[in-house]
């Protein structure tokens, strides 16, 4: 393994000893929800979109594992991605904002998650044994999930990257939650990560499969997922 892999795959998570747990910013959002449709929300104070479908915009005020945070649900693809190009002032060109399906936005004064209802991974719901909607509906399941990880991870572990660390982890979460089970085909490995992650995600397959797993709360699960690094997950089981 080179040095430079070596270091990519490190144990980046350090666990705090004092969370942020300010959650002022919610109370905008239910004054918000008071006065405002989530449309009029997102065009009055985030960023102009026209949209396509804007009675099928869902704005709600998630109790996660994390902690309270809002989620803006889109049903149409379009309206996600106008949405991302224009608060991200990305411009129409954006490259491979088809494969986007989530985003996180945590600052200062504001945080919230972003997501659509597209196909996870743009994966087929016939792999799966699914309908489109089944599968549609999972696919919001997991993307909600991953990002409240990652949000978790940052706000109590002082990190949140695209990593193969915290990937496995958003995912597995993501994963579990939609089908009360993890399954590692689900995780799409690449490059030359891919042995690795390969056999990260099996070794989480078969985690779930064990009465120490059944034991923990998800909170705990992710705070060990942090805590062992990816080294540990090559061994785990």
């Known amino acids: 393994m080179s040095s430079e892999l070596q270091e990519y795959i490190a ?3 350090i666990k705090r000893e004092r969370v942020d747990d300010d959650e002022n910013f919610i109370i905008i959002w239910q004054n918000w929800l008071k006065n405002f449709t989530p449309s009029e929300i997102i065009n ?3 960023c102009p979109v026209n949209f396509v479908e804007p009675e099928n915009v869902i704005i709600d005020i998630y109790n996660s594992f994390a902690g309270r945070i809002p989620i803006i649900i889109f049903e149409n693809a379009q309206d996600f991605e106008n949405f991302i190009t224009n608060l991200f002032k990305m411009g129409h060109g954006a490259e491979n ?18 997501l659509s209802k597209k196909f996870y991974s743009n994966i087929n719901p016939s792999y ?21 990880t990652h949000y978790y991870t940052k706000k109590f572990y002082g990190n949140a990257n695209n990593n193969l660390h915290d990937e496995l982890i958003a995912d597995f ?14 995780f799409r490995a690449k490059n ?13 397959e078969n985690w779930t499969k064990t009465g120490d ?6 909170q705990e699960r992710i705070n060990f997922l942090c805590e062992i690094g990816i080294k540990g997950m090559c061994k785990l089981v």
Do not use: D
């Open 11 to 13: 144990n980046k998570f």
């Open 44 to 46: 009055n104070f985030m």
């Open 97 to 114: 904002l088809s494969q986007i399906g989530a985003s996180f936005i945590s600052g200062k004064t504001q945080r919230f998650l972003a």
């Open 128 to 148: 799966l044994k699914l309908t489109p909607e089944e599968w549609r509906e999972k696919s919001l399941i997991i993307r909600r999930e991953h990002e409240i």
């Open 173 to 186: 979460t993501g994963i579990y939650a939609a089908f009360n089970q993890y399954s590692a085909k689900l």
């Open 192 to 204: 030359e990560l891919a042995k690795i992650a390969v056999t990260c995600a099996n070794n989480l």
């Open 213 to 218: 797993f059944a034991k923990l709360s998800t």
